[in-house]
């Protein structure tokens, strides 16, 4: 091989190549950015309902759900906005394994006493009522946007005292019949009598 004037034999020609160039490493940093766990953690009004999963839930034992409206929502227990709420609670209750049985509507929060099938099942319910009510109320109110500050509140009821204290909580001060369905579950049908 002829390198300029210079003849170079076969086997040194290896040795004047080029080895390839690689890409270099470059070390990132490890703080920053997006990341599981990331950011500061909500406090005082502004924390919210945790996004913990959700204690498990059977057909045999029903929950307390708990749903909250922002600020410039009206005041749930005006007649209008009463009106849209139980239109709503009527066309989506006992649906699928998710059943209303006892509702209390108070100023800036709903409280209910629901049987599901199991957590799926009320997690799928409480989405369809919540949007039921944000449309009506939206509609009602002649605005857009979201109704509710955030995801349900839900306590699963396992003994005949918590059944009775969360119907005197749901009942204190709200409105709303006693109960809107008939209860399929023991500690709803006896449970709660049995605790007084």
């Known amino acids: ?13 290896c040795r004047f190549k080029m080895a390839r160039a690689g890409q270099l490493g470059v070390a990132l940093r490890t703080w920053g950015g997006k990341r599981k766990g990331a950011g500061r ?4 009004a502004r924390a919210g ?8 839930l059977s057909a045999h034992h029903p929950a307390h759900v708990t749903m909250r409206v922002l ?18 609670l009527v066309s989506s209750n ?15 929060q709903l409280h209910l006493i629901v049987e599901a099938r199991n957590a799926q099942r009320l997690s799928r319910g409480m989405q369809g009522l919540a949007t039921w009510i944000a449309r009506r109320l939206n509609q009602l109110i002649g605005r857009r946007g979201k109704v509710f500050a955030d995801r349900f509140h839900a ?7 918590e059944v009775a204290r969360a119907l005197a909580y749901s009942s204190a001060g709200g409105d709303g019949p006693p109960l809107t369905a008939a209860p399929r579950t023991w500690l709803l049908r006896r449970g709660g009598r049995r605790a007084h």
């Open 41 to 44: 953690k909500p406090a005082g």
């Open 49 to 56: 309902v945790s996004h913990q999963p959700r204690p498990a």
């Open 155 to 161: 306590q699963v009821l396992r003994t005949p005292l």
């Open 71 to 88: 600020p410039h929502v009206w005041n749930l227990r005006s007649r209008r906005a009463f009106r849209a709420i139980a239109r709503a």
């Open 94 to 108: 006992d649906r699928d394994g998710f059943r209303i049985v006892h509702f209390s509507v108070q100023g800036n």
């Open 1 to 13: 091989m002829r390198i300029g004037l210079i003849w170079v034999p076969v086997e040194l020609e």
